[in-house]
């Protein structure tokens, strides 16, 4: 029911286009100016915010190479068996024990005789014992040297070489460098310190722009208060007071709604959208290089996407209020409106199933919340068309349905 003293401040408040203009602009101004004064801030924190939005990425990345290393240590027990070397009482055991501990082999090859080189200063005992242990591959046959005579010097091969002679090669030196030569080397790497999960920028500019769109994207989060504030400070002035009200009861509603999905994108879909990705990734072969730019845009666009459809039960809500559906209908048209929510959830997501069903999921429990919504919450509903008056009633006596409309607005 409107009041009079409603009606007399909507009649106080009027202005003229141009004067709406004015405070419009002025609205706007003082947004901006909120949303300087967050960015501000958001730039001292940028760093941080691209640390931690990169969490999830990193995360994804450790896993794929630890699911990797556990296959490839598998490949290598297989490929020892067959050449009868011993091997763990259970090889999958021990791979997947490996893969637990987060620890990726590395293969090397090393020459021996540049390793007995290298440990004869440090361990003069171990590089004597470790050069007849050394493998040999057999020698290239070559055609003998042909003794020459120096007319200069009277020294004999009994004298020894000349003081200024060049010294003879290495006996490493003059093997040829062969795998079955070589000694094979195992080392193991922390998975966290693999290069491999190190988010690349391809150009030069790219960090920067990062920065400058984490920190923009937080002083807008950090502003957006005084930003609503402002807005709805100029629409308010058009609105009656129960008018207000409602706004006031629905805006933190909305808020919550939008937080949830924004936090179930960053803490639940992105790994399963990840997971997914990256498992073509190992079905391929392929070594995943994520850029740090593509990545920050995923970030932003799937939570943005989450959060709106997250607005479901507010939009039933509007659309049962201003009469275009009924709870009747949405209640008899669920199983349609389950197939639309999987359908605009294959949209709003990557294309992957397991993405779909977390968005759709909670979409489909949030539809039913909203039918709750349109029984228990309070709002104006608009009246039906009104039909004809009984002959016998009086002329005074409004029709029935403008009175249901009268009582309904009340």
């Not at 259970?90 to 590395?106: E, G, S």
């Not at 998975?191 to 999960?197: A, F, Q």
Request: aromatic share 10%.
């Amino acid at each position: 029911m409107r009041h009079p003293d409603d009606q007399a401040e909507l009649e106080q408040s009027k202005m003229s286009f141009g004067e709406h203009l004015n405070e419009l602009r002025a609205a706007i101004v003082k947004s901006l100016l909120a949303l300087a004064a967050g960015f501000a801030i958001g730039l001292a924190f940028g760093w941080n915010i691209v640390d931690y939005i990169q969490g999830p990425l990193r995360e994804a990345l450790e896993s794929h190479y630890q699911r990797r290393a556990e296959a490839d240590q598998l490949l290598r027990y297989e490929q020892a068996r067959e050449a009868g070397e011993a091997l763990p009482d259970d090889p999958a055991a021990a791979a997947a024990a490996m893969a637990r501990d987060k620890l990726a082999p590395r293969v090397f090859y090393i020459e021996p005789g540049a390793l007995a080189e290298a440990l004869r200063p440090l361990f003069p005992d171990a590089a004597a014992e470790l050069k007849p242990a050394i493998p040999t591959a057999p020698p290239i046959p070559t055609a003998p040297p042909i003794p020459t005579a120096s007319p200069t010097t009277n020294a004999s091969p009994s004298n020894g070489p000349l003081p200024n002679a060049p010294q003879p090669p290495h006996e490493a030196d003059q093997q040829p460098v062969r795998r079955e030569t070589l000694i094979k080397l195992k080392l193991y790497q922390p998975i966290e310190e693999d290069p491999r999960l190190r988010v690349v920028g391809l150009t030069a500019q790219e960090p920067f722009v990062v920065y400058v769109k984490a920190s923009l994207v937080a002083g807008a989060v950090l502003a957006s208060p005084a930003i609503f504030f402002f807005l709805w400070d100029f629409v308010a002035a058009g609105l009656y007071r129960h008018e207000r009200k409602y706004i006031y009861t629905y805006l933190p509603i909305s808020l919550l709604l939008f937080l949830a999905g924004v936090a179930l994108a960053y803490y639940v879909a992105f790994d399963f959208v990840l997971d997914f990705l990256f498992w073509f990734y190992e079905k391929m072969g392929v070594d995943p290089d994520p850029r740090l730019s593509e990545w920050i845009s995923f970030v932003l666009i799937l939570p943005l996407g989450f959060g709106v459809s997250f607005q479901l039960p507010l939009v039933m809500l509007a659309l049962e209020r201003i009469g275009i559906f009924t709870v009747e209908q949405y209640v008899s048209k669920w199983r349609m409106a389950v197939v639309i929510i999987c359908a605009i959830s294959m949209f709003l997501t990557p294309p992957d199933p397991t993405s779909m069903i977390v968005m759709a999921t909670p979409l489909v429990g949030l539809y039913f919340a909203g039918v709750l919504m349109c029984k228990h919450m309070p709002g104006r509903k608009i009246a039906q068309p009104a039909s004809a008056p009984p002959a016998d009633a009086p002329a005074d006596q409004p029709p029935p349905a403008e009175s249901a409309g009268r009582d309904a607005e009340a």
